[in-house]
């Protein structure tokens, strides 16, 4: 597929090859083995949130754009559910964002987005290691990619952030301290 959407609510019995400017969705069908090339996107749920299966493998190249969905009104998330081999190339992305209006009523609970039942190649989306911390649409992720080591899964967990005060009201609150130690000081060598 080398543009256009193609969204999946039925079987597809064949592989499906996402390309340049072809995005992939779901819309809780399956399909038996999917590559995503640069450029091309792979979105579960659509617009909104779904689940796609993946009956063999699964091939997340180069450049390729994994877009999830999380909806904190409904405490749901993308899914894709993968029978065999989960490969994810060096330069492959994912692009996150909360479709709710409620983001408190789900932080800090892991919510499985792939999970496979072949092999993980140990690949992971661009500059995000196992664990590892990132921000997309203007919220904090943690992302895993095999479970707590012995589940074939990659979870997602939105993060509680409490925000930095901003650098004024730094500023004010320190010379503030400032001025109130020069008065004691004043005050003392009298």
Not at 33 to 50: A, Q, W, Y
Not at 69 to 83: E, M, P, Q, R, T
Not at 128 to 142: C, R, T
Request: hydrophobic fraction near 40%; charged fraction near 10%.
């Amino acid at each position: 597929m080398n543009d256009g959407t193609l969204v999946v609510n039925g079987s597809i019995s064949g592989s499906v090859t996402v390309n340049n400017s072809g995005t992939l969705a779901g819309d809780n069908g399956n399909v038996a083995n999917v590559t995503v090339n640069s450029g091309g996107k792979l979105s579960p749920g659509g617009i909104g949130i779904g689940a796609l299966t993946v009956n063999g493998t699964l091939n997340l190249n180069g450049s390729s754009i994994l877009i999830v969905h999380f909806n904190s009104d409904a405490l749901a998330v993308d899914g894709i559910a993968v029978g065999g081999d989960l490969n994810i190339a060096s330069g492959a992305t994912i692009n996150v964002s909360d479709i709710g209006t409620n983001p408190g009523s789900i932080f800090n609970i892991p919510a499985p987005l792939i999970t496979y039942g072949g092999v993980w190649n140990g690949g992971t989306f661009e500059g995000l290691p196992d664990d590892g911390y990132f921000f997309s649409g203007g919220q904090a992720y943690q992302i895993s990619y095999n479970g707590n080591g012995s589940e074939s899964v990659v979870t997602l967990t939105m993060l509680a952030v409490i925000p930095e005060p901003d650098s004024a009201a730094l500023l004010l609150g320190g010379l503030g301290l400032l001025f109130g130690m020069r008065r004691r000081s004043a005050c003392e060598s009298v």
